[in-house]
């Protein structure tokens, strides 16, 4: 179970991931979630920094999309307006949204790095999936209730995965 959660790397946010680093491990996707990944738990505005990124993932001849597993169709507005396919509800952990996205870019799993905020969903969604996997640290506190309390479960792995490290 813990390895499952294990990610391959840890980083405050997507600016700090090294682009050309996972170029270089044969990594051709990035799969983005969403909330406190991308924007803020139910923002609807796209920040130039986060236009900018994906404009660097895209020159850096990756391919990007979105997998939440949030049901609301500001998934694809946002998606729409960044020029990234997305899949919501993707019901991550589950395997489905991750499989249909390589199928779409015509990529194997390992050839795609997952980038998320959760433990539970995008790590262990990833990593289930045969992709590498990123944690970030959220970007805002405020978000679904059933996700803080998923957080206090998630604290409690991330303390041993980073234990486990040192
Ligand atoms: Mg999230």
Redesign the pocket.
Known sequence: MLEKLQPNEIVDSIYQINLSHLKEKGIKAVIA?????LVP?RSTEIKDTLTAWVKDVKDAGLNLAIV??NTSSRVHTLSEQLGVIAVSKAVKPRRRAFRNIASQFSLIPSEIAVV???LL??VLGGNRTGMYTILVT?MSNH?FIG?KLIRQIERFFLKRIKNKST
């Open positions: 979630d969403l909330d406190n990944t738990w939440s597993n998320g905020d959760q969903t995008d959220p978000e996700t």
